[in-house]
C-alpha cells in the first residue's frame, strides 16, 4: 500500500474505533490518523499471531484489522491513563 493509502485507511481506522471507544471528542483529525496508523500495526501484529495474513488481503481487510488494532490501543491507552470512556 502506499503512503496515501495508510493515512486514508488510518484515517477510518481511527475513527471508528475513537466512536467505539467513545472518545472522538477528545481527538482530533491528526490523532485519529496515527491511532489508526498504530492500530493497524498492532492490530497486523495480533493478526499474524494467529496465523493470518495482515499483507495483501485488500483494503477492506486492513481496515477491519486497523480498526481492531486501533480499538485495542485505545483500551490499552485508557487503562493506563486511568481514564474511563463516557458513551452518551
Known sequence: MTLIAWIIIGGLAGWIASKLMGTDA????????????????????????????PMGDGWIVSLVTATFGAVVLLFLVGLATGRRSIRA
Do not use: E, P
Request: aromatic share 8%; no cysteine; glycine share 32%.
Open 26 to 53: 477528545q481527538q482530533g483529525l491528526l490523532l485519529n490518523i496515527l491511532v489508526g496508523i498504530g492500530g493497524g500495526l498492532l492490530g497486523g501484529w495480533i493478526l499474524s499471531l494467529f496465523g493470518g495474513n
